[in-house]
């Protein structure tokens, strides 16, 4: 699913990212044996393992996956001493132990983006577009629908998503299930409102009603205070849950790339934005037994967790995307979970369609990059809604954490489309849909590169071809990509098997007006005596046919 040219260098790049990755001085992350004789529900009942008991104060030991079964054999466990302890060499004495499949520590993780409360007057574009949504603050929302008016950086009409033109084929399936993984939300916020997966198995009354291990978890649930209120009390979370889902064409505040599906808000960062890779781990078993469609996750950290990866592969196997962010270090670092194999990894771009870097909010930040990148999507000065109001909406963001969530909306209307669709096929759909060469060209070169992946996504061109396919006949070849696109004189088409030998092109400007066309072309459309300005171009055969947006300069 990934470019893996480099997976031997990745893999002993490990054990150096591991031994500097910071972690938690009193938590480990084991996982028992599966084929120990009996069953183990108490580690009290292996004697090589009663040190731990008398030699150490343990707190809690708790199972990071949701099951009904008592026994402790092949599960993920967190152990939680009291007082800080040797981690290093405690690990050491249990490896040695031949019971456990890994015994690691529990890494420090943080949320991927950053936060400015504006100051500066933000100037309203008053144009009318058909398909505008009415939201108050949506013209500060370049990413989804870009003029090139932006004012806090320089700008270029159409670095964005073509939102607005997405929305056309769907704003997103209340059948349709999106857990975020990151801070909480503002669980009272009217953006909101109305889109919560409700767990309709668990009664409020105290108890553990489903018995599911959790209590009262009719909304969500916060692992860091281990209750049921996913309250936000640092503002990452909310702000990236409304970029994927805020309530949109509603007259207030922000609209979110999915309007219509819901949320299952999972709190694991700390109102310092910081957590540990086993609450993440058991949020993730949360969210699979909770059966969601897609999981968003704007965190990172640089330990690698087998325990980690053997949820991200499971979440794979039931077919739940996982969107990731890449991290903000203007770096190669492998981060987790986006370095993963089996989940999306997303960089960012500025309102000018360049790679972030930096972001605003520091010299020496930037989009990472790397062999694990999947494709980018706009995560600078994004505006959102904010963690302690319901009317407050100057803050703005900067971060892949901000990128991530703008693609797994997109990916949630995907499904909304087309609920089959496998992780495989979502991620091949995202990068070929994407815009290339629209960044810097020494990074953004033609094809997959380490900067940009497969290129900035387009909303547009993803659903576009999502509505086209058909169950049984599930073909990426027939895709069209036209290129370089912004084009000053040759528009140039490529496809495998969408044409023969030849087809016929029109090209409309953007209010639907036909401008030119031409019958039995090749490879090569002539665009030189084009005003500069955006435009739509509509390839065609005797059988399909595809329409893609290109601008002149």
């Not at 700008?155 to 056309?168: L, N, Y």
């Not at 992946?453 to 990509?481: C, E, P, W």
Request: proline share 4%; aromatic share 10%; net charge negative.
């Amino acid at each position: 699913m990934k470019n893996k040219v480099l997976f031997i260098l990745f893999m002993l790049s490990i054990g150096l990212n591991a031994q500097n990755a910071p972690y938690a001085s009193n938590r480990i992350i084991v996982g028992l044996k599966n084929d120990l004789n009996g069953s183990i529900t108490d580690l009290r009942q292996v004697k090589e393992l009663n040190f731990l008991f008398t030699e150490y104060s343990i707190n809690t030991i708790k199972p990071l996956d949701i099951s009904p079964s008592k026994s402790l054999n092949g599960r993920p466990l967190v152990l939680i001493f009291n007082n800080a302890i040797t981690i290093d060499l405690l690990i050491q004495k249990l490896q040695k132990l031949n019971l456990f499949d890994y015994v690691e520590p529990d890494y420090v993780i943080k949320g991927s983006g950053e936060k400015v409360e504006e100051n500066i007057k933000v100037v309203e574009n008053k144009t009318a577009f058909n398909l505008t949504p009415n939201d108050q603050y949506f013209f500060r929302q370049w990413g989804l629908h870009n003029d090139g008016s932006f004012s806090l950086s320089a700008s270029t009409v159409d670095a964005d998503v073509d939102m607005i033109e997405a929305w056309e084929i769907s704003t997103g399936s209340s059948n349709v299930i999106m857990a975020v993984i990151d801070s909480g939300i503002r669980m009272s916020h009217p953006e909101f409102s109305g889109r919560f997966h409700l767990n309709n198995a668990e009664i409020l009354n105290g108890l553990d009603t489903d018995n599911n291990g959790y209590v009262d978890d009719l909304k969500g649930w916060d692992f860091v205070n281990n209750d049921n209120d996913p309250t936000d009390d640092h503002g990452h979370g909310t702000n990236v849950t409304g970029i994927a889902m805020a309530n949109g064409n509603n007259n207030i505040g922000y609209a979110g790339v999915d309007w219509n599906c819901k949320l299952l808000p999972l709190k694991v960062l700390d109102n310092n934005n910081s957590g540990f890779s086993s609450n993440i781990i058991a949020s993730f078993y949360y969210a699979i037994n909770r059966n969601v469609d897609l999981i968003s996750i704007s965190i990172g950290g640089t330990g690698f967790s087998t325990a980690y990866q053997n949820v991200i592969n499971q979440a794979y196997s039931l077919n739940i995307p996982v969107i990731a962010c890449m991290m903000n270090f203007n770096n190669n670092t492998a981060y987790y979970p986006a370095a993963f194999s089996n989940t999306i990894a997303i960089g960012s771009t500025n309102p000018n369609d360049t790679r972030t870097n930096p972001f605003f909010w520091s010299p020496t930040s930037g989009s990472n990059y790397g062999s694990h990148i999947d494709v980018v999507a706009p995560g600078n000065f994004m505006y959102g809604l904010s963690y302690s109001s319901d009317t407050s909406y100057g803050s703005y963001w900067g971060g892949t954490s901000q990128a991530t969530p703008l693609v797994a909306g997109i990916v949630s209307l995907m499904l909304s489309i087309n609920p089959n669709l496998t992780v495989d096929q979502i991620t091949t759909i995202l990068r070929n849909t994407a815009e290339d060469l629209v960044g810097n060209p020494i990074e953004d070169t033609l094809g997959w590169d380490q900067y940009y992946g497969a290129g900035r996504v387009n909303a547009y061109n993803a659903l576009i071809y999502v509505q086209n396919l058909s169950n049984t006949d599930f073909d990426l070849n027939n895709l069209v990509k036209i290129y370089p696109n912004p084009v000053k004189n040759n528009l140039y088409i490529s496809s495998s098997t969408i044409i023969a030998d030849s087809f016929s092109v029109s090209i409309y400007d953007v209010t639907g007006r036909f401008i030119k066309g031409a019958k039995e072309v090749v490879s090569t459309i002539d665009v030189s005596d084009l005003n500069n300005g955006v435009y739509f171009v509509t390839i065609s055969n005797n059988k399909e046919s595809i329409s893609r947006k290109f601008i002149k300069e």
